[in-house]
DNA sequence: ATCGATGCAAAAGTTTTGCATATAC
DNA sequence: GTATATGCAAAACTTTTGCATCGAT
């Protein structure tokens, strides 16, 4: 999906909620859309104050539109290893996570047999799924030399 | 696997590791054995608090035998929907969770195939798997009828 | 003009750390 | 006796909330 297309979205939702249209929200939609993945509400925060240093953005902000963003099942978050949550746009391509515990690295798979079977066993507990996350955890193959 | 082979797994790691076997550390692993799953390190706290009311014990040591039993492969965490982390024994057979967004109801599901598959994708990676955990989000059958 | 959104600061919740004391070895 | 573990309290982080003001509709 492209980010105009994306923000056409996030605008219809809003509208839809009567919600408002915000220079911040649209930010932060930005700041997903282009660092493909897993930033912290922490990050997301200094990404825009870095980028429009004249927009005033408060850190409470970022966390009240990630809220909303994931009601509207356009970011899910993941919670792997170190504390605190990160968020990622649901419009990417779909992908599962390697996480390497040493170096903390996120690499990226996306396998067409998992996602069928994760639809099939959804469907035998009768769950009507909105989202799905994998991860394998362990050592990378540079870690594994050291 | 029985509480007493963990146990004396749990008593030959701390020995290996030049580590003290304490009291604390043995109600936290009772703890975890017992109620199968998901606890965080408050509950587990409070389980041990009220089950031995004459051992102190205190929150910090229930976090630093935590990070010790994660360490050492015992446990593994996992963090879905509401905030702070859950954990839950990994010498319990293996399994995935699906979470519901309404309910917070956590299930549980073991498939076969999905499990041969992360091996598959680990090898191709190179990537030394230490464990693995999928969470199916959604909606379960009860909340769809509301 | 209205009502929701924002920033700020305070509060709440979670996890980690320093240190004196207790306890396993 | 020595070294590690513990409880406690303080500190560090993360997330949420209350409130006065701002800004989108």
Redesign the interface.
């Known amino acids: 999906m492209s980010y105009d297309e994306l923000l056409d979205n996030f605008k219809d939702i809003l509208k839809n909620s009567g919600l408002k249209q915000t220079k911040q929200r649209e930010y932060i939609l930005e700041a997903l859309y282009e660092n493909h993945h897993h930033l912290t509400p922490e990050e997301i925060y200094r990404l825009i104050q870095d980028r429009y240093p004249k927009i005033k953005i408060g850190i409470a902000t970022v966390y009240r539109t990630l809220s909303l963003l994931e009601d509207a099942n356009l970011v899910?978050s993941l919670?792997?290893a170190d504390?605190g949550?990160r968020y990622e746009l649901l419009s990417h391509e779909h992908h599962d996570h390697?996480v390497?515990?040493q170096c903390d690295k996120i690499?990226e798979?996306h396998?067409e047999?998992?996602e069928r079977?994760?639809e099939i066993?959804?469907k035998?507990?009768?769950?009507?799924?909105?989202?799905?996350?994998?991860?394998?955890?362990?050592?990378?193959?540079e870690c594994?030399k050291k």
Request: glycine share 2%.
């Open positions: 899910s919670s792997v504390q949550k390697l390497c515990t690499m798979f396998d047999l998992i079977q994760q066993i959804a035998q507990f009768n769950f009507k799924m909105t989202n799905h996350t994998m991860q394998i955890i362990g050592v990378c193959q594994q």
